[in-house]
């Protein structure tokens, strides 16, 4: 069967696309188009140019130093990591292709800060699509292309159905990373106080019913225009990215130390080393479903952190005696190994899983293949063979439930 392939974003849970691929090339299946973003865009991108091999040779060594040293740390501009290494070793792999020249169609989506819109690749090199379309906001930083600001494309459009649909298939097949996490990891229960009743997650029921269950969903506050994407010009919302201050380190050494390069780059690599161990390592996590955080390893029974008094209030320094006010009684303490690249990529991806949704009840595929969002963490790229599994088990499940 001829299938158009769309492939989400979602950083290192991107590595289950390869699994997805393998499912559907042992099956008989053609990909005849391939639409994707951030890690998306990567992975259709080498198997477009036909060096998916040599891209999974090349993940799945890697050690949690190489992906550190690849990220190519930055201590200035407009994100963490420049990537600038990573992407010269894409480059020994795949050299230089130009998308007009790869033998299925192919298209990368990244997100124009400067015009609020999404822009859709179609042509020129294959690597200049894939580095702007895999700029997560404060995290990699953006490019500037032809006067344009380029990020993440996961930004407007976490997985682009509609960027395939002008592509002739017998099958539209999308691999979303922003699946429902899995119960057994101990998920905690929603507290009926804080949470209104939730809408379906990607994956939840078969592609037309979890289409009509989001529409209907999201029908009760969403009234945003669903216009056509079909070239790299159409208008975006209101609103723009506000400009994101460097993070700094409370308990940093003063002096001549801090100029020490070494001594600086150990202290950034401590201060964001927590996406590289994962949820499941740091004994806590936040469910991208529903924004409830389970229980964290500082926390007791309770919930109550042990740093807290009686009263869930933070124990120990000065002014430990007082009691709070009204309206921060009922707070406890947060994890010591909450870190900021954790906040900034949970409120990232609960904000994708909100705008995939709507988008795909509007433009449903034909097989939703949904990766759990605590399959890995989104820096978790030494992690390769164990999802690539992951996502070809899932792949297996719903290409069977299709009757693909």
Same mark, same amino acid.
């Given at each position: ?150 990020? #993440? !494309? @996961?930004?407007?459009? =976490?997985?682009?159905?509609? /960027? ?6 017998? &099958?539209?097949? *999308? ?59 159409? #208008? !975006? @919302?209101?609103?723009? =990215?506000?400009?994101?201050? /460097? ?6 050494? &003063?002096?001549? *130390? ?60 000065? !002014?430990?005696?007082?009691? =709070?006010?009204?309206?921060? /009684? ?75």
């Amino acid at each position: 069967m001829k299938i158009a392939l769309v492939l989400g974003s979602g950083g290192a849970r991107g590595y289950a696309h390869l699994g997805v691929i393998d499912e559907l090339l042992a099956r008989g299946h053609e990909i005849v188009s391939i639409s994707g973003c951030s890690m998306g865009a990567l992975v259709g991108g080498f198997y477009a140019a036909g060096a998916l091999e040599e891209f999974r040779d090349f993940v799945l060594p890697l050690r949690r130093s190489d992906v550190f040293r690849y990220a190519d740390l930055t201590v200035s501009g407009p994100g963490l990591f420049k990537a600038d290494k990573l992407m010269d070793r894409l480059h020994a792999i795949v050299g230089d292709v130009h998308i007009e020249d790869l033998p299925i169609p192919y298209t990368a989506v990244a997100t124009d800060l400067t015009n609020r819109r999404e822009v859709w690749f179609h042509e020129g090199p294959l690597l200049t699509a894939i580095r702007a379309s895999v700029a997560i906001p404060t995290a990699i930083t953006p490019v500037v292309y032809r006067g344009r600001l380029l990020a #993440d !494309g @996961g930004i407007l459009n =976490p997985l682009p159905v509609d /960027a395939s649909s002008h592509f002739i298939s017998e &099958a539209t097949v *999308a691999v979303s990373l922003f699946g429902r996490d899995r119960p057994q990891l101990g998920q905690q229960a929603v507290d009926p106080g804080l949470h209104a009743e939730q809408g379906p997650e990607p994956g939840d029921s078969p592609p037309s019913e979890a289409a009509e269950a989001a529409l209907s969903n999201a029908s009760h506050d969403h009234d945003a225009d669903r216009g056509s994407h079909h070239d790299s010009d159409h #208008d !975006g @919302g209101e609103g723009g =990215p506000d400009e994101q201050p /460097a993070p700094t380190r409370g308990d940093a050494q &003063a002096g001549s *130390a801090e100029s020490d390069p070494a001594t600086l780059t150990a202290r950034w690599r401590d201060l964001f080393a927590q996406p590289w161990r994962g949820p499941a390592a740091r004994g806590y996590g936040m469910s991208r479903a529903s924004g409830q955080g389970r229980r964290s390893r500082h926390t007791g029974a309770d919930g109550a952190s042990p740093h807290a008094g009686g009263d869930g209030r933070r124990g120990g320094g000065r !002014g430990a005696g007082k009691i =709070p006010a009204e309206w921060a /009684a009922g707070f406890t303490g947060l994890p010591k190994d909450l870190s900021t690249v954790d906040m900034m990529v949970s409120a990232l991806e609960v904000m994708q899983t909100a705008i995939e949704l709507p988008r795909l009840a509007v433009q449903p595929p034909d097989v939703l293949i949904s990766v759990p969002s605590d399959t890995c963490a989104t820096f978790d790229f030494d992690r390769a063979e164990e999802v690539i599994g992951v996502g070809r088990k899932l792949a297996v499940t719903a290409l069977d439930r299709a009757g693909l």
